[in-house]
């Protein structure tokens, strides 16, 4: 079924290529329909930082506008297998780096409920063309918020695994110690589908590790921690946030409030970390082997300031200079190995409460969608803002963004937090919510199944 929609959408599908500054413009490119198999279970859309054999691996950057994968990343393998494959590549910040997709250098997407506000990063191309219902689910990658947030700005359900349950083995990576391979989709199942299809260790990635087997017994969420404190909310997303709390009490969840001590230094720790693995993994483009290269340098060293200096936008230039900068010598102690350290503290604590609750809920983002461009957050905002995120990236444990309505015409979205390995217990909590918080799209997003009818009637 989904095949043949597919097919019929092709038309839809290259208007969003083609008109990204009047519309959504989630998909930078579009596999012909020879290319997506036998879509027997779900089409699936992929942020283009994973390598799909066949389409390009831009990660939204100059640097690699012209490189195509020679080969599938694992999940998308994996997927694959499962009878869901990946029909096209969707938008993001370059390499991953920002919070709203504005930082890529070869689109501009725009949020489906507000053509004037920002998905969200940098999964947003995935997030948007989730919530427009071009697929039902896409993957992304989730560094510090990235599947989470912007499945919060577009009011769609985002899930970031516990580190090392899905292979990394074809992710182009930013800061390899942080990152995920996670799914943004149109309900809990769908949710739940793909992260299953995606899962299991894999011996080409030293990272991943063997997860609790598929469909295994897990303990059912009874308490569930409110994260407390002056969290510094819009008022659209604290009132949104206190009736998320009061429709779990509703559900029969007992709530409990907790606060994170270590809060204050997640953002700083984060970037730190992150800078840092940034500057290592991205010295590898230096316009040698492959990647976006001068049409003339005198030596090697020409050769690689100019392919840098013209490959890269200014915030990877940005976060590669922090990162160089905090590893030197004399100042890896400072930063570097300070921020391990807080690591460490802030899992600790997180362990600690885990003891006394089964989940923790808390905002995913401080504010709704912002406006594109220069009224909305600038740069160091939108970095500050992501101490709710970045948490789960730290302690490497799973958290799931679920939609809990609409404030002032805009979707919110919260945020559920767990151990390792209690991705189970998470959807079982979604899906409970999804009663009171059923899952709502933006007007003109047509689902496929009814598109197909009234075309075929």
Same mark, same amino acid.
């Given at each position: 079924?989904?095949?043949? !929609?597919? #097919?019929?959408?092709?038309?839809?599908?290259?208007?969003?290529?083609?008109?990204?500054?009047?519309?959504?413009?989630?998909?930078?490119?579009?596999?012909?329909?020879?290319?997506?198999?036998?879509?027997?279970?779900?089409?699936?859309?992929?942020?283009?930082?994973?390598?799909?054999?066949?389409?390009?691996?831009?990660?939204?950057?100059?640097?690699?506008?012209?490189?195509?994968?020679?080969?599938?990343?694992?999940?998308?393998?994996?997927?694959?297998?499962?009878?869901?494959?990946?029909?096209?590549?969707?938008?993001?910040?370059?390499?991953?780096?920002?919070?709203? &997709?504005?930082?890529?250098?070869?689109?501009?997407?725009?949020?489906?409920?507000?053509?004037?506000?920002?998905?969200?990063?940098?999964?947003?191309?995935? $997030?948007?063309?989730?919530?427009?219902?071009?697929?039902?689910?896409?993957?992304?990658? *989730?560094?510090?918020?990235?599947?989470?947030?912007?499945?919060?700005?577009?009011?769609?359900?985002?899930?970031?695994?516990?580190?090392?349950?899905?292979?990394?083995?074809?992710? !182009? $990576?930013?800061?390899?110690?942080?990152?995920?391979?996670?799914?943004? =989709? *149109?309900?809990?199942?769908? &949710?739940?589908?793909?992260?299953?299809?995606?899962?299991?260790?894999?011996?080409?990635?030293?990272?991943?590790?063997? %997860?609790?087997?598929?469909?295994?017994?897990?303990?059912?969420?009874?308490?569930?921690?409110?994260?407390?404190?002056?969290?510094?909310?819009?008022?659209?997303?604290?009132?949104?946030?206190? =009736?998320?709390?009061?429709?779990?009490?509703?559900?029969?969840?007992?709530?409990?409030?907790?606060?994170?001590?270590?809060?204050?230094?997640?953002? %700083?720790?984060?970037?730190?970390?992150?800078?840092?693995?940034?500057?290592?993994?991205?010295?590898?483009?230096?316009?040698?082997?492959?990647?976006?290269?001068?049409?003339?340098?005198?030596?090697?060293?020409?050769?690689?300031?100019?392919?840098?200096?013209?490959? +890269?936008?200014?915030?990877?230039?940005?976060?590669?200079?922090?990162?160089?900068?905090?590893?030197?010598?004399? +100042?890896?102690?400072?930063?570097?190995?300070?921020?391990?350290?807080?690591?460490?503290?802030?899992?600790?604590?997180?362990?600690?409460?885990?003891? &006394?609750? *089964?989940?923790?809920?808390?905002?995913?983002?401080?504010?709704?969608?912002?406006?594109?461009?220069?009224?909305?957050?600038?740069?160091?905002?939108?970095? !500050?803002?992501?101490?709710?995120?970045?948490?789960?990236?730290?302690?490497?444990?799973?958290?799931?963004?679920? %939609?809990?309505?609409?404030?002032?015409?805009?979707?919110?979205?919260?945020?559920?937090?767990? %151990?390792?390995?209690?991705?189970?217990?998470?959807?079982? !909590?979604?899906?409970?919510?999804?009663?009171?918080?059923?899952?709502?799209?933006?007007?003109?997003?047509?689902?496929?199944?009814?598109?197909?009818?009234?075309?075929? #009637?």
């Amino acid at each position: 079924m989904w095949k043949d !929609v597919l #097919g019929a959408h092709r038309e839809t599908y290259a208007r969003f290529i083609s008109e990204q500054d009047t519309d959504v413009g989630a998909f930078l490119e579009v596999g012909a329909p020879s290319q997506w198999g036998d879509a027997t279970v779900l089409p699936i859309a992929c942020k283009d930082n994973i390598a799909v054999k066949g389409y390009h691996l831009t990660c939204g950057s100059r640097m690699l506008q012209e490189l195509v994968s020679p080969y599938d990343a694992t999940a998308v393998a994996r997927l694959r297998e499962a009878g869901m494959p990946v029909v096209g590549k969707t938008n993001l910040d370059e390499f991953g780096m920002g919070s709203s &997709t504005e930082n890529s250098a070869l689109g501009t997407t725009r949020n489906p409920w507000d053509l004037e506000r920002v998905t969200g990063g940098s999964s947003g191309g995935s $997030a948007a063309a989730v919530a427009q219902r071009l697929v039902p689910a896409a993957i992304g990658s *989730d560094t510090g918020g990235s599947i989470r947030q912007p499945a919060a700005f577009c009011g769609v359900y985002g899930l970031k695994p516990t580190y090392g349950t899905v292979s990394r083995y074809g992710l !182009v $990576a930013y800061a390899s110690s942080l990152e995920v391979i996670g799914v943004v =989709a *149109d309900s809990v199942d769908h &949710t739940a589908q793909v992260f299953t299809g995606m899962r299991g260790i894999d011996e080409r990635d030293h990272s991943s590790v063997a %997860p609790p087997e598929a469909g295994a017994p897990s303990p059912e969420a009874r308490t569930i921690g409110v994260l407390g404190g002056d969290l510094g909310l819009d008022p659209a997303v604290e009132r949104n946030f206190a =009736a998320t709390a009061e429709a779990l009490r509703d559900l029969g969840y007992k709530t409990v409030p907790v606060e994170l001590t270590t809060g204050e230094h997640v953002v %700083p720790s984060y970037y730190t970390i992150a800078a840092a693995e940034a500057s290592a993994n991205l010295a590898r483009f230096n316009g040698v082997r492959y990647g976006h290269r001068p049409v003339y340098s005198e030596n090697p060293e020409e050769l690689m300031r100019g392919a840098r200096s013209e490959g +890269f936008g200014d915030e990877v230039k940005l976060r590669i200079v922090l990162g160089t900068y905090v590893l030197r010598s004399g +100042f890896q102690d400072q930063y570097y190995t300070r921020a391990q350290k807080i690591r460490t503290l802030i899992r600790r604590e997180l362990e600690e409460i885990y003891k &006394t609750v *089964d989940l923790i809920l808390l905002p995913a983002f401080p504010t709704q969608a912002f406006p594109r461009g220069d009224s909305g957050m600038d740069a160091f905002q939108q970095k !500050v803002a992501d101490r709710f995120t970045s948490t789960a990236n730290l302690a490497a444990v799973p958290a799931l963004t679920v %939609p809990t309505g609409r404030e002032e015409g805009l979707p919110v979205g919260m945020q559920l937090m767990g %151990p390792v390995f209690s991705e189970e217990r998470l959807f079982g !909590v979604a899906r409970k919510l999804a009663e009171p918080f059923p899952i709502e799209f933006p007007d003109g997003a047509i689902p496929f199944d009814r598109w197909r009818a009234e075309k075929e #009637g």
